[in-house]
């Protein structure tokens, strides 16, 4: 079963930045969108960002428009977040997930996502 691996979370102050990684072990996953996730505790997990196979399919949530940028490279079978101007509200447990999705039908929601990473935590300080 293909599994995915998040890094690079961690603790920064407000108007900070951090870069999470996810890797995945089963090759480039062609043919899968993959997704940012974020979750607080008590509350349902949040979709973020997401990414096409072809990466010229991209959505994000309107609260990190213009401070995330999610990219992929396939060749090395990674998927990056570039998290810029973080605020206090950012702090959560994020995933990165997975799932079959031809490029033109974007998924956005967890529930459409079949594969996920364990989470990385990220705080921010305020």
């Known amino acids: 079963q293909a599994q995915l691996a998040e890094s690079g979370g961690g603790q920064v102050q407000a108007g900070g930045s951090l870069t999470l990684s996810c890797t995945t072990s089963?090759?480039?996953?062609?043919?899968?969108?993959m997704a940012w996730f974020r979750q607080v505790p008590g509350k349902e997990r949040e979709s973020v960002a997401a990414i096409a196979w072809t990466g010229l399919s991209i959505w994000y949530t309107d609260s990190v428009k213009g401070r995330f940028t999610i990219s992929r490279d396939v060749a090395a079978n990674m998927m990056t977040l570039q998290m810029n101007n973080l605020l206090p509200e950012d702090t959560a447990v994020y995933y990165c997930a997975a799932t079959f999705a031809v490029p033109t039908k974007l998924p956005t929601s967890a529930y459409q996502y079949h594969y996920w990473g364990q989470g990385t935590q990220v705080t921010v300080s305020s």
């Open positions: 089963d090759g480039p996953f062609k043919g899968y969108a």
